[in-house]
């Protein structure tokens, strides 16, 4: 008599049990809470990960780039079919593919994310002046398309320089302090992730609080363009508000300039100045080169957030 096996798959079941190949489908809807918490996990699958071929340790490099910089990028190396497939006892991957896409449609709760009801525990009370769901989700839309205008100003002048008389050609650029004119393509680039960032505070339910000079003109274009959409096509702006709820303090773009800027930056100690004329004594005292550092009293933004495009 043979060995009797008593593991409940003994020797042969493969075969027995009809094993077969099997094509498995799996639709994921998503969403990036940590950014710098997504992108430490795929640097560590791509440390993990054995390159073969002509230069492994330039694959390899190269990789880490991409998921240093791009939420793609990172999910796809955490993603990937034979690292799914490895972590399922009895299962062996022998093909398979991975497509990840970015839901267009895609916005941020503002209603959940900036709740109207006071409560002093929470810091606020009734009364008190607050960034309205309806007023981040039109600053949100403004900074995120001045985003997308500004790559697109990259990708169509790259590092011309804006011209006088021809400022119009440009979206964003043209509109920025003519000493900024002939700047190169990174700090350019700086710039339009400086809209991206401000975005990614009100996506998270944060008030965009400027971190430095360049998020200051970055969130006053994001005003001056969210005030001029309201006037010119409110009906448009009523669309895109759907189902938020309304309140006394929506579109208070006075009300932005008070409570938004100032919280963070130095104090010149003149009380007689106010914001704007702050930040317009700033920008005359500071090359362009240094509109990113941050200020000191103001949490430092991630190093390797990486940009957008």
Do not use: K
């Not at 916005?107 to 009370?125: K, N, Q, V, Y």
């Not at 001056?224 to 773009?253: C, F, I, K």
Request: aromatic share 8%.
């Amino acid at each position: 008599m043979g060995e009797r096996s008593d593991h409940p798959q003994g020797p042969g079941a493969a075969e027995d049990s009809g094993a077969q190949e099997i094509e498995a489908t799996v639709v994921l809807g998503l969403r990036i809470t940590d950014w710098p918490a997504l992108r430490a996990a795929a640097i560590a699958a791509v440390e993990e990960l054995d390159f073969e071929g002509i230069d492994p340790a330039g694959q390899r490099r190269e990789l880490l780039r991409e998921v240093a910089e791009d939420a793609n990028a990172a999910l796809g190396a955490l993603l990937h079919p034979d690292r799914l497939v490895a972590a399922i006892p009895g299962v062996e991957a022998i093909g398979g593919t991975l497509e990840i896409s970015v839901t267009e449609d895609f916005a941020p709760d503002f209603a959940e994310l900036f709740p109207l009801d006071g409560d002093e525990e929470d810091g606020g009370a009734a009364g008190d002046w607050t960034l309205t769901p309806r007023t981040a989700c039109l600053l949100h839309a403004q900074l995120l398309g001045l985003a997308d205008a500004a790559y697109d100003d990259l990708e169509e002048h790259q590092d011309e320089p804006v011209v006088d008389g021809e400022e119009g050609d440009w979206t964003v650029f043209g509109r920025l302090p003519q000493r900024t004119w002939r700047m190169h393509r990174a700090w350019r680039r700086s710039m339009a992730r400086a809209f991206d960032d401000l975005a990614d505070d009100l996506a998270l339910g944060e008030w965009p609080l400027p971190r430095c000079l360049a998020e200051e003109i970055a969130l006053r274009m994001a005003l001056v363009d969210a005030r001029a959409l309201l006037g010119a096509q409110p009906e448009s702006v009523a669309d895109m508000m759907g189902d938020l709820p309304a309140d006394l303090y929506d579109y208070d773009w006075d009300g932005c300039q008070d409570e938004l800027f100032g919280a963070y930056g130095p104090d010149d100690g003149d009380p007689e100045l106010d914001s704007e004329q702050r930040t317009e004594r700033l920008l005359a005292a500071t090359h362009p080169e240094g509109w990113f550092l941050g200020y000191e009293d103001a949490e430092e933004r991630d190093g390797q957030r990486g940009y957008r495009r």
